[in-house]
């Protein structure tokens, strides 16, 4: 079952810029958030949204949420319209935000909990179960009767998270969640992410980030989005292939003069060949080549000719935040 | 059936978590009580200067100037409060970024709108009922004869007037952010016509044909002699009908443009703005 259907999802925010452009009829300025945008998601997944600051991400979410009006095109959840059957799409939504001022912070997280869980709930008797089933999940047992003005940022997150499990919803919608963290509270909130929230939920998880490592650690596919276009889809190990312009190789080899190792760049398809000694007429060569022309080959028959001895010869493994990089980096050199 | 019992399980949480705000801020809280004393001490001895003094307009309320201005300024709170609960209730969500969390649920905006703004009635009840109490007790107001039923109809007319006016500005401060300017203004234009500080028959005789069009001159008119003469809910027909119709014709022109001020919100994306 498809969870999110977008077709064409476009939003476009005018810019009136005060009085005097109304009495002089200038046009209000115009930023196209998302740019006919589809995406389908598929129920059952963690799906990543990456993309940079301003690239339309939670532009995106604040429409599949019910928040923000489309101006094109149109999306469904769970086969419910987002503009006329909102209600029902609130009913199968949780929205976790990084927002840490959305609470109530002269009160308990528990009275906290108990104000939402009356908003979102069927029955506060239910109600009431639930908030101590997803306190003791959570590990909030403790805090959850100390005002929430007590909690530290980690909590508070904890806190969104509880709040927008409230309802069970059939879809998770978190907005960059791990924002504020430290590298130890970030580590522990994906490993809760992944570990329990999403086997207890059974549902959807769209999970924003503008860090491609964390999508990397816990989606099951990622969607990149750059200028309200996506601009990539697919699973993170996909993501290698789909960036593979170059790559790199590491070939330790011996019984070569250095300066012969740099006629290795004259060879079509080699990028850049860089060579430092790593003990007595033994030299690592770091050769980047161009994708689309494999030259690997031809390198090696070249080292073979001088008569040189291949000790080692190993592809460099990709880093998931630089390919994440490289391709927000072409779609921006790309014409639209 | 179930739809009540959802709403007034709302309208609870929302009692419940203001009154848990309130006392939250315990030295502020206990300065709106007890500052109920001393306004009622002003009040009587700003009576006492004109005691004896033949007013005319004061004919009405056996020249007991004390008695009409307690009960005015007293019960104008409905007013202020009504006016102002529900723009402080979505100002405060804006800027707590709680509108947002609100807007997500799958529950009408007016009912999150209208459950905000119990709390501050009944706190407005409580302090009404202090200045009578101070009043009498302490300064000798004279409500020996009210009529409390016709008091409570009064009451409950009156803040569904009110509130149906809090909403349609709400709609503004949702829009625009700031609904305070217009609140002081409908304020400030309610209390000079409707009869708060002084009767509204001594204004120019064309203010006075203007007052009319005002609930809260039908409803300070209502209450004192309701109070003050023991008038009935037969009596008090005119004015009842007049805050009735008032209702009939305001409450849906709020609920209206709360509806097209979220859907408004919603288009430009300043939901989360303040």
């Keep these: 079952m498809t969870a999110i259907d977008a077709v064409n999802l476009t939003k476009v925010f ?15 300025r115009q930023t196209v958030a998302v740019d006919r945008l ?40 769970f086969g419910h319209d987002v503009v006329r059957e909102s209600t029902l799409v609130r009913q199968e939504v949780g929205l976790v935000t990084s927002d840490e001022r959305s609470f109530y912070w002269r009160l308990t997280g528990r009275q906290n909990m108990e104000f939402f869980a009356s908003v ?12 101590d089933e997803i306190v003791e999940m959570l590990d909030l047992k403790e805090y959850i009767d100390r005002r929430f003005n007590e909690y530290s940022t980690g909590m508070k997150q904890k806190m969104a998270i509880a709040r927008g499990l409230l309802s069970m919803p059939r879809l998770l919608v978190m907005d960059e969640p791990t924002k504020g963290l430290d590298p130890l509270a970030r580590h522990s909130f994906l490993s809760l992410m992944r570990d ?43 993501t290698e ?33 860089t060579s430092q000694l790593v003990r007595h007429g033994e030299y690592e060569v770091a050769l980047r080549l161009d994708a689309s022309r494999p030259a690997l080959s031809d390198a090696l028959k070249f080292l073979g000719r001088n008569g040189c001895e291949i000790v080692k010869c190993a592809r460099e493994t990709s880093d998931f935040d630089e390919m994440v990089r490289d391709l927000m980096h072409t779609s921006q050199e790309r014409p639209s | 059936m179930n739809a009540l019992r959802r ?70 709170d409905y007013l202020t409060v009504s006016l102002a609960s529900f723009t402080n209730s979505i ?32 706190f407005t009840s409580l302090r ?47 829009v625009f952010k700031r609904g305070v300017p217009v609140n002081y203004l409908i304020g400030g234009v309610f209390s000079f016509l409707g009869g708060v500080a002084f009767p509204s028959e001594v204004l120019p005789s064309w203010l006075v044909k203007l007052s009319s069009y005002i609930p809260l001159t039908h409803s300070l008119t209502a209450m004192r002699r309701a109070l003050l003469d023991g008038y009935g809910v037969t009596q008090l027909l005119p004015e009842i009908g007049a805050l009735a119709l008032f209702a009939i014709v305001f409450i849906p022109i709020g609920l209206y443009l709360v509806h097209w001020a979220v859907r408004r919100i919603k288009t430009v994306g300043t939901v989360s703005h303040y």
């Design chain 2, 7 to 76: 709403w007034t399980r709302i309208a609870w949480a929302f009692t419940k978590r203001d009154f848990l705000l309130t006392i939250s801020y315990k030295a502020l809280f206990l300065s709106q009580i007890v500052g109920v004393v001393f306004w009622a001490a002003i009040f009587y001895y700003v009576g006492d200067v004109f005691k004896g003094v033949s007013a005319p307009a004061l004919r009405p309320y056996k020249g007991n100037y004390f008695a009409f201005l307690l009960i005015g300024i007293a019960f104008t």
């Design chain 1, 120 to 131: 979102y709930g069927p029955s506060m008797r239910q109600m009431r179960r639930r908030i």
């Design chain 1, 14 to 28: 005018r810019h009136q810029s005060g009085w005097k452009s109304v009495l002089t009829r200038t046009p209000p």
């Design chain 2, 128 to 174: 009404f009922l202090l200045y009578l109490l101070f009043g009498t007790l302490l300064f000798g107001l004279d409500i020996g004869n009210a009529n409390p039923l016709a008091a409570i109809v009064v009451m409950l007319l009156s803040i569904l007037c009110f509130s149906s006016i809090g909403i349609m500005v709400s709609s503004v401060t949702l």
């Design chain 2, 91 to 122: 100002q405060e969500s804006q800027l707590m970024g709680t509108l947002e969390i609100l807007l997500l649920s799958p529950v009408r905006f007016s009912t999150l709108l209208i459950s905000s703004s119990l709390w501050p009635s009944l």
């Design chain 1, 196 to 238: 329990r929230i999403a086997g207890t939920l059974k549902g959807t998880i769209v999970f924003c980030t503008n860090i491609p490592s964390e999508a990397a650690e816990v989606c099951d596919r990622i969607a990149i989005i750059n200028h309200g276009r996506i601009i990539y889809s697919g699973t993170p190990e996909e």
């Design chain 1, 38 to 77: 589809s995406l389908q998601i598929e129920s059952g997944t963690i799906f990543g949204i990456l993309g940079p600051n301003g690239a339309g991400k939670t532009t995106f979410i604040k429409m599949i949420c019910s928040l923000l009006l489309p101006t094109g095109g149109e999306a469904r959840v």
């Design chain 1, 241 to 273: 292939i789909a960036t593979d312009r170059h790559c790199t190789y590491r070939i330790v080899v011996r019984g070569i003069e250095r300066a012969e190792l740099s006629r290795l760049e004259a060879i079509q398809g080699v990028e850049a060949c």
